[in-house]
Nanobody, 127 residues
């Protein structure tokens, strides 16, 4: 499967953005995989942001984004979205969408558990 993230941009602190990730290729199995978002800030390691169960019934968030970010998915359109509100300068990063390695299984937050990655979209938050 190929993943294409979009929606990044420059926004002032306190603003909002909606990131989207579209899957292509082997999309008939999209609805069977946990999907997640990670981010990598300049000079820092990539970190987990959020993930969503294959059927959308369960989500998980990093403490740093809980209450501000919302992950959702549309299995009919093979997309996963990340609504990010109340942006802070420390949210500045490249945001990546990813698909877990195994269908119908939640492996955890570790990026090693995710086998397919998009190219990333840059979010820059100005103070």
């Amino acid at each position: 499967v190929q993943l294409q993230a979009s929606g990044g941009g420059l926004v002032q602190a306190g603003g909002s953005l909606r990131l989207s990730c579209a899957a292509s290729g082997r999309t008939f199995t999209f609805s069977t995989y946990v999907m997640g978002w990670f981010r990598q800030a300049p000079g820092r390691e990539r970190e987990f942001v959020a993930c969503i169960k294959w059927d959308g019934t369960s989500t998980d968030y990093a403490d740093s984004v809980k209450g501000r970010f919302t992950i959702s998915r549309d299995n009919a359109k093979n997309t996963v979205a990340l609504q990010i509100n109340s942006l802070k300068p420390e949210d500045t990063a490249v945001y990546f969408c990813a698909q877990q390695r195994h269908s119908y299984y939640y492996a955890g937050r570790n990026e090693a558990d995710f086998g397919s990655w998009g190219q990333g979209t840059l979010v820059t938050v100005s103070s």
